[in-house]
């Protein structure tokens, strides 16, 4: 890590009361990502990423509970007054969703969602606003965008949509963009030119970003560093390329396992990962991964274990058994 | 939008022919023959027969329904036998009457409804939702005679504010006029805005749930324009819709309101017309009324479509 984070999450719970009892979403999180910086959150549905996003955001269902610290420049959202909290975000903090669908107002103009964006949060009268918003249109790859300003969502397609919803997110010029699955709901055709779009525009802005994915692929190459989540606990965390060489938690390999390869042989079965993760509102007292795992042994079913530092620098695993190690597993 | 509004209004053609239909239909067949009733049951069958030639009353029903709806399309709605009124002329006089206390009623409703139904859904479940969902429920089983005469009661013989019944026209005096009004039209609308909190509340919950309005508060929109703007116009489609039915409702006065009030609207004319058995007027009030039933939902089809830009655009 260079330089003092710009967003460090301490120590980060989230709890749900459901019918069905307390559901653990996130547990006990320490993340940071520092100015300018890249960071990747993996890990497949229900593992918590978004719940941790919310966490962040401040924007849980109100019967969430959250415990811990996110510090964003210099301020802990938790305790920030609700004032102080509007005016940071979408200013200094924003984000883009998972689906463009249902993001955007559908009864409202693209111009409209822009411009109130801008007027909130800059001092900017309707003419400037308005010639703001066909930059912003423009420079995240829309055609016509003077046109736009007048349309609905529903007159654009879904990858459109998504570039006017990371249009209205970097209106502001953010320190830090949270991209929760932005290329989740889009054709695969259209996923790597968001991705390119988002990794431009964060270089060019000199902006902080979260990238949130369950494909691996996504981040490789795009970020500095990964944290792979599970069952709510981050458990492996490395930068990027650290990650992909020395790949210690056997469910990061599960997961990279599970992309699909172009160049397969057809009729291969896909390598998913057998079994579900554990029901969240009842914990198990090992490790959570241990009962899909193909290294497990008795001490993981027993021992939850730590995230503890590997031996190359900013690696960090929960693991007894981690893969090509004189204790772990083969990989 | 144009093509919009030419499609709707071609759909009115078919709806408008079946309801001119059914009003013919309803005044023709009620037993009893008109020329009777004119003449009185003292009349020679020879008058009758005179007087059943002059008014077409011989003729086959077809028929008859058709000049009529040639008389109706000149504007011709026919003449009270009794009065010797033209329908027109008659709802003309008391229509005023009845669109001023639809249009008070329901601006009292809405007044009430809509702060309360986004109080309600953005505390949904705490104990002021819960008391205010409650009493909307008890004063929807509160009927209009019963509230009527406890506001005479309250307003007007304990407080002495208002006055009880009456009717000043506009022109004469405003501000007696709308004292007038209030009472009747404070009745109606404690009838109402339950329904229509109920509806914008439910609408509001689910709305407040959607992704765009996480966008919005991800945005760091003041709380007022995240419910006014991002949240209020998606969720009041049901509103409108029950509004519109409500207005066309009222559009045929209220006979029990207008009664109780002394108010001299379209409610008491159709009353009046069905005891003095005067079917010229029935039926030409009854056509007026189905029309500007159908306006109005010909104008809630509109409204859709200004709040929802999906429906605008043939999608959805």
């Known amino acids: ?331 | 939008m144009l093509g919009f509004v030419a499609r709707r209004l071609l759909y009115l053609v078919p709806v408008l022919l079946a309801v001119s239909l059914l009003t013919f239909l309803i005044a023709s067949l009620l037993p009893g023959d008109l020329a009777y009733t004119i003449l009185g049951d003292q009349a020679t069958p020879e008058k009758v027969a005179a007087l059943r030639h002059d008014m077409g009353l011989d003729q086959p029903i077809w028929w008859r329904y058709l000049s009529w709806l040639g008389n109706v399309l000149q504007g011709d709605f026919g003449r009270s036998f009794r009065t010797g009124q033209t329908v027109l002329q008659a709802v003309t006089e008391r229509l005023p009457v009845s669109l001023e206390l639809m249009l008070l009623a329901q601006l009292g409703a809405l007044t009430i409804g809509i702060p309360l139904a986004i109080a309600c859904a953005v505390r949904s479940g705490s104990a002021f939702d819960r008391f205010m969902t409650g009493s909307a429920f008890s004063m929807l089983s509160v009927p209009a005679f019963l509230s009527a005469i406890l506001l005479i009661y309250l307003f007007a013989v304990e407080l002495r504010w208002l006055p009880a019944t009456g009717y000043i026209p506009f022109h004469e005096d405003p501000v007696g006029n709308l004292r007038c009004f209030l009472l009747p039209a404070l009745t109606l609308a404690l009838g109402e805005w339950p329904v229509l909190m109920r509806v914008l509340r439910s609408d509001m919950i689910q709305t407040l749930q959607e992704d765009y309005i996480a966008m919005a508060r991800a945005k760091g929109l003041k709380p007022s324009r995240i419910l006014l703007v991002h949240a209020l116009k998606p969720s009041s489609l049901t509103l409108v819709t029950v509004t519109g039915i409500n207005i066309g409702r009222l559009i045929g006065g209220t006979v029990i309101v207008e009664s109780i009030f002394a108010l001299p609207g379209i409610g008491r004319l159709l009353l009046s017309a069905i005891f003095t058995r005067d079917l010229i007027i029935l039926q030409g009030v009854v056509l007026i009324v189905a029309l500007g039933y159908v306006m109005i939902n010909f104008i809630v089809d509109l409204l859709y479509a200004v709040l929802d830009p999906r429906i605008r655009h043939g999608h959805a």
């Open chain 1, 1 to 331: 890590m260079t330089g003092p984070a710009l967003l460090s999450v301490e120590d980060v719970s989230v709890n749900l009361p459901t019918p069905r009892g307390n559901l653990r979403a996130v547990d006990r999180v320490d993340l940071s990502v520092g100015a300018g910086r890249t960071l990747g959150i993996v890990g497949e549905s229900g593992c918590g990423k978004t719940m941790l996003s919310r966490a962040i955001l401040q924007l849980l269902p109100k019967k969430a509970m959250l415990s811990g610290r996110v510090m964003f420049d210099g301020q802990d959202l938790v305790r920030l007054d609700r004032e102080r909290l509007r005016k940071l975000r979408g200013r200094s903090l924003a984000v883009v969703f998972q689906d463009p669908m249902t993001s955007l107002n559908p009864v409202l103009t693209i111009g409209t969602q822009l411009i109130e964006t801008l007027q909130e949060h800059l001092e900017l009268d309707g003419v400037a606003a308005k010639m703001r918003s066909i930059e912003l249109l423009a420079a995240v790859g829309i055609p016509a965008p003077e046109q736009r300003l007048m349309q609905y969502p529903h007159q654009l397609s879904g990858g459109m949509r998504q570039r006017v919803a990371i249009a209205i997110a970097l209106s502001c010029e953010p320190k830090l963009l949270i991209a929760d699955e932005p290329t989740t709901a889009l054709d695969v055709t259209i996923q790597a030119q968001i991705l390119d779009l988002l990794a431009r525009e964060q270089r060019r802005r000199h902006m902080a970003m979260i990238i949130i994915t369950h494909d691996l692929g996504v981040v490789a190459g795009r970020t500095d560093e990964v944290a792979v989540m599970y069952a709510g606990r981050v458990v492996e965390r490395a930068p990027t390329p650290d990650l992909f060489k020395r790949m210690r938690m056997p469910y990061t390999e599960a997961l990279l396992a599970a992309i699909p390869k172009i160049d397969a042989k057809p009729h291969t079965p896909l390598p998913a990962i057998s079994g579900r993760p554990p029901d969240p509102t009842r914990p198990l007292k090992g490790c959570s991964f241990s009962p899909r795992c193909r290294y497990a042994w008795a001490q993981c079913q027993i021992e939850k274990p730590p995230l503890a530092d590997a031996d190359s620098p900013g690696h960090q695993y929960a693991c007894f058994r981690p893969l090509n190690t004189a204790v772990g597993a083969p990989a």
